[in-house]
Nanobody, 119 residues
Framework: VQLQASGGGLVQPGGSLRLSCAAS????????MSWYRQAPGKQGELVAS???????SYADSGERRFTISRDNAKKTVYLQMSSLKPEDTAMYYC??????????????WGRGTQVTVSS
């Protein structure tokens, strides 16, 4: 199973980015799909998560600037990020769980895509 993350880049404060993470390979079912991030010198943190039934959860406690979604047919999870701030600068990783075609548990991390918010 492979995860290909894309969509990161350099954006000015207040801008937007849409991250994508496509899963491929021997997949029977994808359950939870999540985005994490890790900034330099900081601990990694969960950003958002979505279940197969489209139940979402977010790490932020206040304003909702990020939106997670998924396309089960494409085996892809998205993270729409808006009103980006310099403190959002980090490497963003996707993570999926589910079952392989051999019905083995699947818990896979992608390689990450860099998001840099700077003027």
């Amino acid at each position: 199973v492979q995860l290909q993350a894309s969509g990161g880049g350099l954006v000015q404060p207040g801008g937007s980015l849409r991250l994508s993470c496509a899963a491929s390979g021997s997949i029977y079912r994808l359950d939870r799909m999540s985005w994490y991030r890790q900034a330099p010198g900081k601990q990694g943190e969960l950003v958002a998560s979505i279940t197969r039934d489209d139940e979402t959860s977010y790490a932020d406690s206040g304003e909702r600037r990020f939106t997670i979604s998924r396309d089960n047919a494409k085996k892809t999870v998205y993270l729409q990020m808006s009103s980006l701030k310099p403190e959002d600068t980090a490497m963003y990783y996707c993570r999926v769980s589910g079952l392989t075609q051999g019905f083995a548990p699947l818990d896979k991390w992608g390689r990450g895509t860099q998001v840099t918010v700077s003027s």
